[in-house]
């Protein structure tokens, strides 16, 4: 087991490494000019040149390359005045000449059009759209189930066929279509009688420029993140509840006179909801980057809104924090699951 575990700790580092490389690599060299941006179509020409060299931009791309992977890599070989150049915030390890092996907290540098400390930007945005990513999940995970359970135990009725096509018609919408016609539906022409707005962030200024948090704005966003999941969960609980309740031991607990409703949901569903599990991790880890557009229709301010307006300005550090984040998110979230699976069917690791 500890083999296994080292093993997909291994793999999942090489992939974040492989992603960090790739997408730094495709967005340096992107033909745009974050310094022109950062002043404008008119600015001399002095100054923009000026700017490029204060951000590193008038050095090779592979230097660029080289600098921004010193910067957000944890461990490092540099010298203290290096260190202190690059605002590294660091312990020593080991001193290796006039260079000491350093373990640091990865510097995301300052984003080029506000001047802010990259990491102080997303500290603010990660939050939220973590909180709608749980609300979102939670609703589908608990409306899914349930779902797929009824499905599964009225297999072929009119409720099982409901189920279904409810299911593959929410999974071939797209999030930010279900966004904005839950805005449309419910925060325009409905507004009064929901009293929901069509757009707004969970933490908002009141009349007198205090930060109040307006819970009620999770709702339409977390529905219509949630809506695809609820479809995948709802499939998958209804195929492993058939599975389950063809077995001998639902069988035999039908036979013994147990009440319905604590075989199917205390014996039945306890035995169906592994691969439901599985799923239900993996879409967290997804609606954390499928919150992008949903959030930028209802405003909600979260990542997906601070890396879409990065994204316009050409913003490169916001963008490449944002995008490390995700993918730094995704891997360790499926190591986890790896890992989790493995203790749950230890025959997974045979394979």
């Known amino acids: ?142 409306l899914g189930i349930f779902l797929g359970v009824i499905a599964a135990v009225y297999k072929n009725s009119w409720t099982d066929n409901i189920a279904v096509v409810c299911s593959v018609i929410g999974y071939s919408l797209p999030s930010y279509v279900t966004a904005i016609i839950l805005a449309l539906i419910f925060g325009y022409y409905l507004g009064d009688l929901t009293g929901l707005n069509v757009q707004g962030s969970i933490l908002e200024l009141d009349d007198f420029g205090d930060p109040v948090y307006v819970f009620k704005n999770l709702l339409l966003p977390g529905i219509a993140l949630g809506i695809r999941p609820v479809a995948i969960i709802t499939l998958l609980t209804r195929s492993s509840m058939l599975d389950v309740l063809n077995m001998d031991f639902m069988r035999t607990g039908k036979a013994k006179g147990l009440q319905k409703t604590k075989l199917i ?60 984040f995700t993918a730094i998110t995704f891997v360790i979230i499926n190591v986890l699951v790896d890992i989790l699976y493995a203790y749950l069917d230890p025959r997974t690791v045979l394979y």
């Open 1 to 142: 087991m500890l083999r296994y575990i080292f093993k997909r700790l291994l793999t999942g580092i090489a992939v974040i490494i492989t992603i960090v490389m790739l997408i730094t690599t495709i967005i340096f060299l992107a033909p745009v000019d974050p310094a022109q941006l950062t002043f404008g179509q008119r600015a001399e020409t002095g100054a923009v040149a000026a700017k490029r060299t204060a951000l590193g931009l008038d050095k090779p791309l592979y230097i660029q390359l080289y600098y921004y992977l010193r910067d957000i890599s944890p461990i490092n070989i540099i010298s203290l005045a290096d260190a202190q150049k690059r605002r590294y915030a660091f312990t020593s390890i080991i001193p290796l000449g006039k260079k000491k092996l350093i373990l640091k907290k990865p510097y995301l540098r300052e984003s080029y059009q506000t001047g802010r400390s990259v990491s102080a930007i997303l500290s603010e945005a990660i939050p939220k759209t973590i909180l709608l990513a749980l609300f979102a999940i939670t609703l589908a995970s608990i």
């Open 265 to 324: 949901f205390k014996h039945g569903l306890r035995n169906a909801l592994n691969p439901v599990a599985t799923a239900i991790t993996g879409w967290f880890a997804a609606l954390l980057a499928g919150a992008f557009f949903v959030e930028n229709v209802f405003n909600f301010k979260g990542l997906g809104e601070v890396t879409v307006t990065a994204l316009i300005n050409f913003d490169i550090p916001v963008v490449m924090g944002a995008v490390i």
